[in-house]
């Protein structure tokens, strides 16, 4: 069998291996086994499960419960909610870990199942390692517990409350939504009930998409992959702003009042400036991933700020931001990471931090972007069937370094999806011509290799 970890935790097509009850009722075993000897006792450890608004939740949910309490450990249910608040409930119920129960962005029929600390944070890799020998091997199959030493499965009805507060608790006190026109698209997920709840307590006029989650409907045609649906819906309700979620909340898409998608890399600089003139962007660095623009190093540049970058994954850039002492870092795709507030990319929290520099600045959203200066860049996924590494195929090596010697000013990276069975081929460059050409050729050499779909 193959690995079950990947970039993002366990993730496959839902009642298909590894996304089965069975190995999601020996995670449950898994995790509750090291809790309790990471605590030096027998049981009593305490985990969190959360879910985002897919079918098969309910399946898995109950996997781990089980599996949870048969070790004699206690498990905290907290239904629908956003991966980011795991990480803020992990820390403020002073659990021992935390489970969600979510695809992110993948759609309905897919599932997956990622782990916080006691801290807020993703577990280390080798933790995970720990887990999967535990779960795949026999090592604990005889560890249970009987009798009163069973474990106890709550249900904790005021868990969203929580996180609203915590939540809002982020926007400056003196500052209010009140005048603000805001459009959001939940996706079908696990923000629909939370994130127009956080915007209109805090004064926003709210015009709310995608809050009819029936379980088969998250992702569909809706959120944060097609940030065109929340322009539109920006500019037909004349709001402010638009605000596109994917399906776990952990990260977002924004349009401006004019319609323009404004991702990741245009957010990161904004916040950037903000902070700076704030006094709180420690080491005056931001951390970005490989995919993001070029115009991103650039304005950052410009303003004497330095740009680290890492692998593609909201987890490699809270490593780096620790590595570094950076306050703020994340992706293109959304995932924004502001680490003095939690230290993990969320949603519903970037949101706030943008709202409050168009209040602090006066400006609308598509003035703060003007002075973006985007490079033309192309993201193309391919379906593979599999992930050869890029040194055991030659031709698509050679076309690779073809392209660069043409491409001079600009950026070619290859890399295959962690989560998805999927290669993906950016390409970055002075002209958009020149970039489509390239793509074309590259696409090409990659189907010669055999491994494509």
Do not use: W
Not at 11 to 40: D, H, V
Not at 246 to 260: L, Q
């Amino acid at each position: 069998m193959k690995g079950l970890f990947g970039t993002d935790g366990i993730r496959g097509k839902a009642n298909s291996y590894p996304m089965t009850p069975e190995i999601a009722f020996r995670l449950g075993r898994a995790l509750a086994y090291y809790c309790n000897r990471k605590k030096g006792v027998t049981g009593g450890c305490r985990i969190i499960i959360g879910k985002d608004t897919r079918l098969s939740g309910y399946m898995l949910e109950h996997s781990l419960v089980g599996g949870i309490t048969s070790i004699g450990a206690k498990a905290l249910l907290v239904g629908p909610m956003p991966t980011p608040a795991m990480a803020f409930l992990v820390q403020s119920m002073r659990a021992d870990a935390a489970i969600v129960i979510s695809a992110s962005h993948n759609p309905y029929e897919d599932n997956g199942l990622k782990l916080f600390s006691s801290h807020g944070t993703k577990f280390p890799y080798e933790v995970e390692e720990k887990l999967e020998e535990l779960i795949l091997q026999e090592k604990i199959d005889n560890i249970r517990a009987y009798g009163a030493n069973i474990g106890k499965a709550y249900r904790i009805k005021d868990a969203n409350g929580r996180y609203i507060v915590f939540a809002k608790s982020t926007f400056p006190q003196a500052l209010s939504l009140s005048g603000l026109k805001i459009a959001i698209d939940c996706a079908n997920g696990a923000s629909y009930q939370i994130a127009p709840t956080i915007f209109g307590e805090l004064g926003a006029e709210v015009s709310a998409y995608g809050i009819s989650p029936d379980g088969t409907n998250i992702n569909k045609d809706c959120g944060a992959l097609y940030p065109e649906n929340i322009a539109g819906k920006t500019i037909e309700k004349n709001a402010d702003i638009g605000i596109a979620f994917d399906g776990d909340g952990d990260r977002a898409i924004f349009s401006d009042e004019e319609g323009n998608i404004v991702d990741g890399d245009m957010v990161m600089l904004i916040l950037a400036k903000q902070m700076q003139k704030d006094g709180a962007l420690k080491n005056n660095t931001v951390v970005a991933t490989i995919m993001s623009n070029l115009g991103l190093e650039a304005g950052l540049r410009e303003i004497g700020i330095e740009l680290i970058r890492t692998d593609v994954g909201d987890r490699n850039v809270a490593i780096k931001m620790c590595q570094v002492g950076s306050y703020l870092g994340g992706e293109q795709s959304g995932h924004i990471i502001l680490s003095e507030l939690l230290p993990t990319g969320d949603g519903i929290i970037t949101a706030l931090a943008l709202f409050s520099t168009m209040l602090k600045t006066g400006k609308k959203l598509s003035e703060l972007t003007s002075n973006f200066h985007k490079f033309p860049q192309k993201i193309v996924s391919i379906d593979v069937k599999e992930k050869k590494p890029i040194k055991e195929m030659k031709q698509f090596g050679t076309a690779i370094a073809d392209a660069r010697r043409i491409l001079k000013t600009g950026r070619i990276v290859f890399r295959y999806s962690g989560t998805e069975n999927k290669a993906r081929i950016m390409i970055e460059g002075d002209s958009r011509q020149l970039i489509d050409e390239i793509c074309k050729n590259l696409i090409s050499a990659i189907k010669r290799e055999e491994i494509c779909v």
